[in-house]
């Protein structure tokens, strides 16, 4: 049995032999096993970018950027948290969910 390569980050897999409809013999008690398959490819890495310091009463953006092929989609949450400067006196507090594509 040959194991495939598959680019891109992926959870382990299973895959399962077994054996049936023996000629001359019979089946003995173990009929089948459950192979692992462990992913050898590098994780993905998601990461945020975008301008460190803005002025006051201006929006500000930030990018999020995928590093390395993932064969599911990636999701990820991006949130506020106060620092020194505190929500919502000083900034509009936001939560929300980041989607990737696979790839």
């Known amino acids: 049995m040959t194991i495939c390569h598959n680019a ?8 399962v ?13 173990k009929q089948q096993i459950n192979l ?3 992913d ?3 994780s993905s890495v ?3 970018t975008g301008t460190p310091s803005v002025n006051e009463g201006v929006s500000a953006s930030f990018t999020v950027t995928l590093t390395g092929a993932s064969a599911s989609p ?3 949450t ?5 620092g020194s400067a505190t929500a919502p006196s000083d900034f509009t ?6 989607l990737l594509g696979a790839g």
């Open 8 to 15: 891109g980050h992926e959870p382990n897999e299973t895959v």
């Open 17 to 29: 032999l077994q054996l049936f409809n023996p000629v001359g013999a019979s089946l003995g008690s």
């Open 36 to 38: 692992t398959i462990t």
């Open 40 to 42: 050898n490819d590098p």
């Open 46 to 48: 998601v990461a945020i």
């Open 74 to 76: 990636i999701s990820v």
């Open 78 to 82: 991006a949130s506020t948290t106060n």
């Open 93 to 98: 507090a936001t939560n929300y969910a980041v």
